[in-house]
């Protein structure tokens, strides 16, 4: 009896999840780049999606929104996902989608979100899927994105 308390209890801590707040998960999707134009901003994060090997979708830079998708196992673009390897179960053939939204606050300040979702079926020409709330994975994308577009404003792009 007291083998089974322990079974239960055990595989009761292990199923909890996390909830995150709104504001963790803003702050983990959203950054601010400063002295940055929007159009260098725009150009720096498509280049690391298509780098990364996702197939941008849709983009409209009028409007500050780049999507993205890959598939694992179809598509060398699974860098960015691969920090989470370890602890994620990424299936092959799994469809990725990356969603970019930029807002020029004020001249050279941008405001960009990223949300990465684990596609799940489309439908009516949608898709639906599950977010990927991890802080390790939106650092690597940013990280990459910042030195992007430093790399641009160097070669005064």
Do not use: W
Request: charged share 20%; hydrophobic share 35%.
């Amino acid at each position: 009896m007291k083998l089974l308390v322990f079974y239960f209890i055990f595989f009761s801590i292990g199923c909890v999840t996390t909830q995150i707040s709104p504001q963790q998960r803003r702050a983990m999707q959203v950054k601010l780049f400063d002295s940055s134009s929007y159009n260098n901003v725009f150009r720096a994060f498509k280049t690391v999606l298509q780098d990364e090997g996702y197939i941008i979708k849709n983009q409209d830079m009028q409007g500050g929104l780049i999507v993205a998708h890959s598939s694992k196992g179809t598509s060398s673009g699974f860098a960015v996902l691969a920090v989470l390897s370890g602890q994620q179960n990424y299936q092959t053939g799994t469809t990725y989608e990356v969603s970019v939204n930029l807002e020029e606050i004020r001249k050279n300040n941008v405001e960009s979100r990223v949300i990465i979702q684990k596609v799940a079926s489309y439908n009516m020409g949608g898709s639906r899927g599950n977010e990927i709330l991890d802080p390790k994975l939106y650092r690597n994308i940013y990280g990459k994105v910042i030195v992007e577009v430093e790399r641009r404003k160097a070669q005064k792009r």
